[in-house]
């Protein structure tokens, strides 16, 4: 079955400089969630979008932005980056933004910021 | 602080042992649901609880919810090494009108052949 795509799976990236994190969801999975997972911290939930549009905002820093495409593909921006950024960042895919509990995660983004 | 406690944090155990992971809410909890996650992977979705008293089974996996204590607990049966992972118990919450899944900070389970 198809899963939840990430890429890359590994980024490496200095301080102040920008990166884009992709989603690809499960098809017919119109919902999309991004979390961030520091070491040894649970995820926290960063940003979700349904049809295209955001649906829910949690803890983003403003120097992050994300949007959902046509196809469903979502990508999360990332600007000025800091130490604090370094992260597994987690997207996540649903059938039904009211079933959002039963997300199905992709394998992460392990970004590290030197 | 922690919305979500998990105990214990982590837990080394014999392979054919039983196990259980507790996971309490300082919260009223609506809803209660598990998940497992490899090292350094996503997370896969395990069950979701619901209604007090409620217990879900899948494979060896049982987990129960006691609303009035605000608890969940998973309970392994006959431990097998493809059972090692973190386990995290996540409640969805409303916070400033945003939807979203809060989680325990996780049980790390090694199972030793």
Known sequence: ?114 | SQELEQSPQSLIVQEGKNLTINCTSSKTLYGLYWYKQKYGEGLIFLMMLQKGGEEKSHEKITAKLDEKKQQSSLHITASQPSHAGIYLCGADRKDQGAQKLVFGQGTRLTINP
């Not at chain 1, 070491?39 to 803890?59: A, C, H, N, R, T």
């Not at chain 1, 992260?87 to 970004?111: H, I, K, M, N, V």
């Open chain 1, 1 to 114: 079955a198809a899963g939840v795509i990430q890429s890359p799976r590994h980024l490496i990236k200095e301080k102040r400089e920008t990166a884009t994190l992709k989603c690809y969801p499960i098809p017919r999975h119109d919902t999309v969630y991004w979390y961030q997972q520091g070491p040894g911290q649970d995820p926290q939930f960063l940003i979700s979008f349904y049809e295209k549009m955001q649906s829910d905002k949690g803890s983003i820093p403003d120097r992050f932005s994300a949007q959902q495409f046509s196809d469903y593909h979502s990508e999360l921006n990332m600007s000025s980056l800091e130490l604090g950024d370094s992260a597994l960042y987690f997207c996540a895919s649903s059938p039904y933004p009211t079933r959002f509990y039963e997300q199905y995660f992709g394998p992460g983004t392990r970004l590290t910021v030197t």
